[in-house]
């Protein structure tokens, strides 16, 4: 099945078709389904799922792709000719982060490393949280509305529930979980 890419946002059976191949390259590179589902609601926010979309749909300026590399070059850079709408490439970003332990920054919040966080078999939920402080450190913290992703995510891949958040995820994002429940 073909990506679908380009500057626009991408509708919810669209989302599905690109999480499909991503699911597949990441599950194949031993990655948990709690952290692709995870990394998937992090990718809904950003750029619902889409290798193509530019941040607020304006070229060359911001952010670019599933992640929205911020600046773009950190991600065009490193991938050469034919950078742009190639969601292989970027899968291979990501798994290139995770092996020379670059984007990933480790916080108290979540101490843990990029390579935990994908193997990791916590809540997709709380791995959410893990990856918008470690990974994507926007300046808008916390954003629970991921997590809820994230769980969304974990049930179309898997066609299970998500387990439910216990331990150390943050007393907010749990209560913030109850109520929508």
Do not use: C
Not at 6 to 16: A, C, I, P, T, V
Not at 57 to 82: C, E, K, M, R
Request: a negative charge.
């Amino acid at each position: 099945m073909p990506w679908i890419t380009g500057n626009r946002y991408l509708s919810m059976d669209e989302m599905k078709n690109n999480a499909d191949i991503m699911h597949y390259f990441f599950k194949s590179n031993g990655w948990t389904d709690n952290a692709i589902s995870a990394m998937f609601g992090n990718m809904q926010t950003e750029s619902t799922l889409n290798p193509g979309i530019w941040e607020n749909l304006d070229p060359f300026i911001g952010g670019y792709g599933l992640v929205q590399w911020t600046p773009y070059t950190n991600y065009s850079n490193w991938a050469g000719t034919d950078w742009q709408d190639n969601g292989q490439k970027e899968m291979e970003r990501i798994i290139y982060e995770l092996e020379n332990h670059l984007q990933w920054i480790s916080t108290s919040l979540y101490p843990m490393t990029f390579r935990e966080f994908s193997q990791s078999d916590k809540p997709p939920a709380y791995l959410a949280q893990a990856f918008l402080y470690n990974y994507e450190r926007p300046k808008v913290k916390p954003q629970p509305a991921r997590s809820r992703q994230a769980e969304y995510w974990y049930q179309y891949i898997t066609g299970h529930e998500p387990p439910t958040p216990v331990g150390d995820i943050p007393i907010w994002l749990l209560f913030k979980m109850k109520e929508r429940r």
